[in-house]
């Protein structure tokens, strides 16, 4: 007798039927917020979409948009190995799955592209699971502690997931939790975003292990008027943003970004780094215009508005 090789949970008693399919969408994001740092993310507006379907052997992968040639077609791919991941946490296995993605989210720009391809694996395996109807859905919890295994962190993860801003924590070094706030009405947000990449492993590594403690405390201030500024009151957003803990540590290996964001914080907007860049993101109560465009064109972005988006859904 044969034993047919299935994918997820090893020990699984509810394999999926093939011919299953399900399709999600999921907004990419920003985090840190300025101050934040790994502990503030904020949804955004620009959307990967995830496809999978059971079939009867194998993963098979297909990518559109970003960075299409620059992936693996299999199941080294991330988006495949989330996949795989939310079977096993759901315990379910199918006998295989074809995969495709149509990316729109920038890579290598901190607008949180790998936390975006994972929280689409997991949720459109979740989706599978649901649309089988043996086994319960992965509820946000679940993905939120999933998707920040992978990247080590839960600000970008939790964004995808939640939608809107995130305040998270981790307790110890593998449990992650996040909350959703409702963000203010009156929150406007752009983009920045430049053609060169940057790598987060590196800018990462360019911070220190200690800093200052009027640096740390100065920070932690601005990170809980944050919450105020997002929430209650965006006049305070100028402050809001200010940081002591990260920027000035990446500033000379994004010299561009740097620039960016200090032409427009002198301008009066609230501007930060995106993540571990180097897009800028600015948080304010009104349009930019052509004079911020024309700033961030001579600097090699491309300024973009967005809107505050809301987390992973299932489109179909």
Known sequence: MTTRTTIGAADAECVLAEGISVRVRVPGSSANLGPGFDCLGLALS????????????????????????????????????????????????VP??????????????????????????????????????????LDDETLVQLSSEFEGHPDNAAASVLGSAVVTWSRG??????????VHPSVVVTAFVPQFESSTEATRGLLPDSVPRADAVFNV??????????????????????????????????????????????AGHAATVSGAGPSVLVLGTAPLGHHETE???GLGFAMIPVDVADGVEVIS
């Open 46 to 93: 620009v959307y990967d979409e995830v496809a999978v379907t059971v079939t009867d052997g194998g993963i098979t992968v297909a990518v559109t948009g970003e960075a299409a040639d620059r992936v693996p077609l299999d199941g080294r791919h991330l988006v495949a190995r989330a996949v795989v991941r939310g079977f096993e946490a759901a315990g379910v296995a």
């Open 96 to 137: 295989g799955f074809h995969l495709e993605t149509t990316n729109a989210i920038p890579h290598s720009r901190g607008l949180g592209s790998s936390a975006a391809a994972v929280v689409g694996g997991l949720a459109a395996a979740s989706a599978l699971v649901a649309a089988d109807g043996r086994r319960p859905a």
């Open 221 to 266: 201030s601005r990170a809980a008027l944050g919450v105020v500024a997002l929430t209650a009151d965006p006049d305070c957003l100028m402050d809001a943003t200010q940081d002591r803990l990260h920027q000035d540590y990446r500033a000379e290996a994004l010299a561009d970004t740097t620039r960016l964001v200090r032409a427009l914080r002198e």
């Open 173 to 182: 070094s593998d449990e992650y939790f996040a909350r959703r706030l409702q």
């Open 295 to 297: 700033l961030a064109a």
